[in-house]
């Protein structure tokens, strides 16, 4: 079965980019919408984006200015990256995969387990 | 700040029943289906409905989706021990461009 792993840095200083990527195995990449949601501490499910496997993005409009992510398939991975970042940017990072290969409404069915990312100097 | 309205907590004793309101707008619910997660601390959240009122695969029959307006619910029965978690509802939201939007979060609690 398909098992997503996020990783990254787990420290980033404010004003600089937090990047992390997640890795896809036991399945394809190239089918799906692939996302990005995190959880500050103390707060719930805040939804970041997504790509699809052909490349289309789709993100939060709050987040959006700051936001991109993009898709290698040759290494089955996808990646967040988000600039300038702030204390407010604390969280835990999901990535996930979606339940249906064609639509997204029907929400994310497979998640990986999460990785802490901390905004402090 | 989420458009979607939940209500912070719910409790239910053993082998009883609590529903989850999720309270929307035309954007997202009124026009798209709703999906359900649980999030248990420290672990990966699982989507434990899709499409109003479809359990995905493994998901047990004591839960249940409904969808009327702008307003969703989510019904556990049999409560059980193992359902105390952070329940959210979630939908795809038509403005802005279009984007993906999660409720408030509800606590359930197993008294």
Known sequence: QVQLQESGPGLVKPSETLSLTCTVSGGSINSFFWSWIRQPPGKGLEWIGYIYYSGSTNYNPSLKSRVTISIDTSKSQFSLKLNSVTTADTAVYYCARSMAARLYSYGMGVWGQGTTVTVSS | QSVLTQPPSASGTPGHSVTISCSGSSSNIGSNTV?????????????????????PSGVPDRFSGSKSGTSASLAISGLQSEDEADYYCAAWDDSLNGHYVFGTGTKVTVL
């Open chain 2, 35 to 55: 999906n359900w997660y649980q999030h248990l601390p420290g672990t990966a959240p699982k989507l434990l409905m899709y499409s109003n009122n479809q359990r």
